[in-house]
């Protein structure tokens, strides 16, 4: 099992920038693929990015030029550099892991979520 905590969220105008924060728990952090999903109100959880062992972080469309995602292992957290937010952006965000360092985009393939971070963007 391995728990994680998303923080990092608030409220910020359009055109700024968020640094959100994921601390996972374990030994293994390097193994682990960590991905960012986010939900809007009423719409369903939607890829953002991941970062995992390879040499390619992919993004959604949505978000790809403006966010980026970085680790620091020496912390076990991976941090979502959000950039020229966009009021569409306004969502709920969360990280999940497969500590066996496996690649899911599909929200559904994760059993539990947190509780994950609020992200505003006032027009």
């Known amino acids: 099992q391995v728990q994680v905590v998303e923080s990092g969220g608030g409220l910020v105008q359009a055109g700024g920038s968020l640094r959100l924060s994921c601390t996972a728990s374990g030994r293994d952090f390097s193994r682990y693929t960590i991905t960012w999903f986010r939900q809007a109100p009423d719409k369903e959880r939607e890829f953002v990015a991941l970062?995992?062992?390879?040499?390619?972080?992919p993004y959604s469309d949505a978000v790809r030029g403006r966010f980026k995602v970085f680790k620091d292992n020496t912390k076990n957290t991976v941090y979502l550099q959000m950039n020229d937010l966009k009021p569409e952006d306004t969502a709920v965000y969360y990280c999940?892991?497969?500590?066996?360092?496996?690649?899911?985009?599909?929200?559904?393939?994760?059993?539990?979520w947190g509780q994950g971070t609020e992200v505003t963007v006032s027009s």
């Open positions: 999940t892991v497969d500590p066996d360092g496996n690649i899911k985009y599909d929200a559904s393939s994760y059993p539990s």
């Open positions: 970062t995992w062992s390879g040499n390619r972080t």
